[in-house]
């Protein structure tokens, strides 16, 4: 019995060991209300896919989040979420890949609505 514990234990602990050369997972967000733009501050990328996600909370019209990539040279524009309060929905969500040699994050544009936009490295 002792024998299976002590090999349960060593098995956890390199699993453990191994996991810890990866990034953390993290995530940002930012709100804004009639005014535009504001920023995530960055996550940085896992060489996997990562989640965006925009929300409408008030006002008329809707709300955009663009993503920007930094992989060492300045952030440059890549994609866009948004929602429109006429398709009758609030958040909309985009799986976006995400270099582990880059870091990312989103621009809010909200005009004069109100609205969320997240960004996590993990999805």
Not at 17 to 34: C, L, R
Not at 49 to 54: E, M
């Amino acid at each position: 019995m002792r024998k299976a514990m002590t090999l349960v234990l060593s098995a956890f602990m390199a699993l453990s060991a191994g996991t810890t050369a990866f990034a953390a997972n993290e995530w940002q967000s930012v709100s804004a209300n009639n005014e535009s733009p504001k920023w995530t501050n960055p996550v940085k990328g896992q060489h996997q896919y990562g989640k965006v996600t925009v929300s409408f909370t008030n006002g008329s019209g809707g709300v955009a989040g663009e993503i920007y990539e930094d992989c060492g040279s300045g952030y440059t524009y890549k994609d866009v979420v948004s929602v429109n309060i006429t398709e009758g929905i609030t958040q909309k969500s985009l799986m976006y890949y995400m270099s582990g040699a880059c870091s990312y994050k989103v621009k809010l544009i909200v005009g004069s609505s109100g609205g969320t936009a997240y960004i996590r490295n993990w999805y």
